[in-house]
């Protein structure tokens, strides 16, 4: 298999976003487990993806904090 | 903004939260609630059901952390499977119409973008780096895919665009993300 690509096919970004079957998720993860530049790669999409959800990051409000602790009690 | 008494590494904030350590628990919330909060707003798009879901997601990494695996990959890739997958369930579980769900995208891009951003909060992950967004097209593709649950068919149905197109955008997207954020 030609890594280089494996990896410009997209399926690693589909994977990342959870939109792979079962099928391809299990391909995928025993690729990355032999290819380096693979895991690697799956590694650097995965964080794109988290910086971004951070950037949308919203305070929730003070009482969901409170509800929360309220919870965490019991 | 709260100035953190001090910084936790992922590994320290783990066997606090294994623990069962109440200030595992505070810097947990402290830390990591306005990224998920934003993630779940996104996803269902109403205030209530947001605070609803992100209690329970809550409940969820308490009650789950002995379970989490570092090996497996990150504290924060691990929370925010378990928020996406809450709210994603959520949004199935009311049977959303297939109907309005781009409209109502642009709308919720839209009132994000009114609300005041918290980016403060999470000032040490590095988020100043990220200036610029995404192109409009590049934002659709990925709000329905990652914050939808939709597959690539059912986004290129809703785009009314082939499912080639899809993918090319999916990736493309993500390359530009990668160049914003530095990745």
């Known amino acids: 298999m030609n890594t280089e690509e494996y990896i410009s096919s997209g399926i690693l970004e589909s994977y990342v976003l959870g939109i792979t079957s079962e099928q391809e998720n299990r391909e995928v993860e ?24 951070m950037k949308h990051a919203i305070a929730p409000p003070l009482h969901v904090k409170e509800r929360n602790y309220a919870q965490e009690r019991k | 903004m709260a100035i953190p008494e001090k910084i936790l590494s992922e ?12 200030e595992g628990i505070a810097h947990l919330y402290d830390h990591y609630s306005p990224a998920l909060f934003g993630v779940i ?27 989490y695996d570092k090996s497996k990959g990150k504290l924060y890739t691990w929370m925010l499977n378990i928020a ?35 980016s403060n909060n999470v000032d040490h992950i590095g988020l100043k780096k990220v200036v ?52």
């Open chain 1, 30 to 53: 025993q690729l990355a487990m032999q290819h380096a530049e693979i895991k690697s790669e799956i590694e650097a999409i995965r964080n794109a993806m988290e910086v971004y959800t």
């Open chain 2, 11 to 22: 590994d320290e904030l783990v066997s606090l939260l294994k623990n069962e350590s109440g």
């Open chain 2, 41 to 67: 707003i996104r996803i269902v798009e109403e205030q209530e059901t947001a605070e609803d879901l992100l209690q329970e997601v809550f409940v969820k990494i308490w009650k789950n952390v002995q379970s």
């Open chain 2, 84 to 118: 996406r997958n809450s709210a994603i369930d959520r949004l199935r579980s009311k049977d959303y119409r297939i109907s309005g769900k781009v409209q109502s995208i642009d709308n919720s891009v839209y009132s994000i973008n009114k609300v005041h951003h918290t």
């Open chain 2, 132 to 183: 610029e967004q995404l192109t409009p097209t590049h934002q659709v593709v990925i709000d329905l895919l990652y914050f939808k649950g939709y597959t690539q068919s059912e986004a290129a149905e809703e785009l009314k665009i082939p499912l080639g197109t899809v993918k090319t955008r999916v990736k493309m997207a993500i390359v530009h993300l990668r160049k914003i954020v530095g990745a």
